[in-house]
């Protein structure tokens, strides 16, 4: 477990100084993936070719030439990117055996820094969800239901009582969280990275729209969509935004990259920090210890001399019904590529062209895809196009605006909570009035992708049931270096445990329960 719960740096250099092994390595990452089976993080766990890749990286280390600082680093990718000759799935009926010929640029920048490859996570249908609860291959558990401050502080039985990862990057924050990956590429739509980011306690990063490639990345919402990042901490991923930032001649909406960003500042001077915090965001349905962690950092910045003051995003309030319009309409067209003749899931009922997509299409997508796409299609209508899309354009640029005014009156960062409360049990989610206070979550996590700015969820405390608490920061689009510097302060100073502290031997369990006062609300 110690080697496991290693950040990347420690790991990468114990690899190139030979005090572990990759091959070693990769095989404690699969012999926690069979041990942590039950999670259902991966949908595809490729063994074979992970070894192969970890025996290559240990020959490269041991002639003193690694490739980069991820050399023979073990990490999983959400399901919804392409991988050469491993099925990518987007945990849906329709591409349950798509294989892609090629890589999504962020998968090959990962690969050819040296980093091994295990698996494929986990998701919800298409990444539409909030849950991790809506794919084809079954919901995934989030593994902080199954530590010991849960099952203690609530008395459940976390088998039959298990709470969710949130979503729709799932399986890659339960990979992350449950270590059988030291980082987890996820995608952020309008908050699917750092909304279970934040449930499962990982760290989960959102950076500025175009700085890192969609190519590769099967869309939901081509002008929304950002690759996200899932570390065990804001060094990590401060790493490997590094190592995928960029221009990408396949991607016609990347930015030129950032200074390095691999070493973020130990002494970062927060005396100088304006800090915000959006009224609006204290939204109907948040609770009291979400509450409680905001007011804690909060006063946190105030004593180390940042000026933390108030400020007002009027729009955000109706951020939830315009990203509803904008993704469906996206969902409506790019989902008609599935139509079940060039590749994906094909009806047999074939006895007319009409017959054969409309039951090829029944057939692959779940539910809430089709809903989507009728919505979408209504939404362009001719008689609906102006009341509805064009409307919700309008009403982005202005949630836009907010920002712009607010990083321009010298705000430098935002503090806001990244979901309204800690993981909600799998047998409440499902309860309609549940799942759709569940989607209205994403009220603190979408406007950051309506103006298409850097974000990310730090953990920061268990809550009384023993399940992570987590906050946002906010930056103005290509700070993200600045946003993850503000982001590390925080990390050093809440000291947010790993799921290792609490998987300790009986002779530890006095540590392990210091440890989980110490973190528990």
């Known amino acids: 477990m110690a080697m496991l719960s290693l950040t990347i740096k420690e790991a990468s250099l114990a690899l190139r100084e030979g005090r572990i092994s990759p091959i070693e390595l990769c095989r404690k990452c699969l012999n926690r993936i069979k041990k942590t089976q039950h999670l259902n993080a991966y949908i595809t766990v490729i063994e074979e070719q992970a070894l192969a890749q970890a025996h290559e990286a240990e020959t490269r280390l041991a002639k003193g030439s690694p490739k980069g600082l991820l050399d023979g680093i073990p990490f999983a990718v959400k399901d919804n990117f392409s991988t050469q000759n491993i099925k990518t799935t987007c945990g849906s009926r329709m591409l349950k055996d798509y294989t892609p010929p090629f890589n999504a640029t962020v998968v090959q920048k990962l690969l050819d820094q040296g980093a091994v490859l295990v698996g494929k996570t986990n998701m919800d249908e298409f990444a539409m969800g909030s849950g991790s609860t809506d794919g084809a291959f079954g919901p995934v558990r989030n593994p902080w239901g199954y530590a010991a401050p849960y099952r203690e502080n609530t008395g459940l039985d976390p088998d039959s009582d298990w709470v969710v990862t949130g979503g729709s990057s799932g399986g890659s924050a339960a990979a992350v969280a449950s270590l059988t990956s030291y980082l987890a590429l996820g995608s952020d739509t309008g908050g699917s990275t750092r909304n279970p980011g934040a449930l499962c306690g990982v760290v989960a990063l959102k950076p500025t729209y175009g700085l890192v490639s969609r190519h590769g990345l099967i869309p939901l919402v081509n002008s929304l969509d950002v690759p996200g990042i899932m570390t065990r901490s804001v060094g990590d991923a401060a790493v490997v935004l590094d190592v995928l930032q960029g221009v990408d001649v396949k991607d016609s909406t990347t930015i030129q990259p950032q200074s390095s960003l691999a070493q973020l500042p130990e002494d970062f001077d927060i005396s100088t920090l304006r800090v915000g915090i959006p009224k609006e965001y204290h939204a109907p349905g948040l609770s009291e210890e979400t509450l409680e962690q905001w007011s804690r950092v909060a006063d946190m910045f105030e004593r180390a001399g940042a000026r933390v003051e108030q400020v007002s995003l009027p729009h955000t309030q109706h951020s939830i019904v315009c990203y509803y319009v904008l993704c469906c309409a996206e969902v409506a067209s790019n989902m008609a590529r599935f139509d079940g003749l060039e590749y994906g899931h094909r009806s047999a009922m074939d006895s007319s062209t009409e017959t054969m997509y409309a039951t090829s299409r029944h057939e692959g997508f779940n539910d809430v895809v089709r809903g989507r796409i009728l919505s979408g299609n209504y939404f362009l209508l001719k008689q609906s196009y102006e009341h509805y899309f064009l409307k919700a354009q309008k009403v982005r640029r202005l949630i836009t605006e907010d920002f712009r005014h607010v990083f321009n009156s010298g705000v430098d960062v935002l503090l806001t909570p990244t ?49 992570p608490i987590g906050l946002q920061l906010i930056a103005p689009a290509r700070q993200d270096k600045r946003l993850l510097s503000v982001a590390q302060w925080i990390e050093q100073r809440v000291g947010f445990p790993s799921i290792s502290d609490f998987e300790t031997p009986s002779e530890d369990s006095e540590r392990c329960q210091k440890t989980k006062r110490e973190h528990t609300i």
């Open 419 to 467: 979901t309204l409360s800690d993981s909600a049990r799998y047998s409440d989610f499902t309860q309609e009035d549940n799942r759709t206070r569940s989607q209205q979550e994403d009220v603190f996590t979408q406007p950051a992708n309506m103006a298409g700015l850097p974000a990310v969820s730090v953990p920061t405390a268990l809550s009384r049931r023993g399940l």
